[in-house]
C-alpha cells in the first residue's frame, strides 16, 4: 500500500510558475512509477508526466511538454511537478499516483495508487 499526499497547488497568473510536490508513504517507493495527472472540469482526468523509478526516464504529454518538468526524491520519498509559462487551460485538479514500470507510457488504468489532488487555477 502506497499513500500519497499533493501539495503546491494555488492560484498564479498566466506565465507565472508553480512546483507541485507529492509526499509518499508506505512501501518501496522506489519500486514504483510515478505520475501526474490532471483533470479539468467536466474532462476526463489526462496524463502530464511520468518518471520512471531511478528518474532516468521521462514521459510528458505533448501538451507540457518543454514547460513542466517532473523529477523524484527516493531518499525522501517525493515526487515533483516543475510548471512553467502556465496557461489558462493548465487550470485543473493535480493528482500524484504510483504504478508499476509499465506505468511510464502514461496509460491511467496502470496506475495503482492515487492522492487526494490539489488545485491549479491560472487566471489570464
Known amino acids: 500500500q502506497v499513500h500519497l499526499v499533493e501539495s503546491g497547488g494555488g492560484l498564479v497568473q498566466a506565465g507565472d510558475s508553480l512546483r507541485l510536490s507529492c509526499a509518499a508513504s508506505g512501501r518501496a517507493f522506489s519500486a514504483y512509477v510515478m505520475g501526474w495527472f490532471r483533470q479539468a472540469p467536466g474532462r476526463a482526468r489526462e496524463f502530464v508526466a511520468a518518471?520512471?523509478?531511478?528518474?532516468?526516464?521521462?514521459n510528458y504529454a505533448d501538451s507540457v511538454r518543454g514547460r513542466f518538468t517532473i523529477s523524484r526524491d527516493n531518499t525522501n520519498n517525493t515526487v515533483s511537478l516543475q510548471m512553467n509559462s502556465l496557461k489558462p487551460e493548465d487550470t485543473a485538479v493535480y493528482y500524484c499516483?504510483?504504478?508499476?514500470?509499465?506505468?511510464?507510457?502514461?496509460?491511467?488504468?496502470?496506475?495503482?495508487?492515487w492522492g487526494q489532488g490539489t488545485q491549479v487555477t491560472v487566471s489570464s
Open positions: 518518471i520512471n523509478w531511478s528518474g532516468g526516464s521521462t
Open positions: 499516483a504510483a504504478g508499476p514500470y509499465s506505468a511510464l507510457t502514461g496509460l491511467r488504468s496502470i496506475y495503482d495508487y
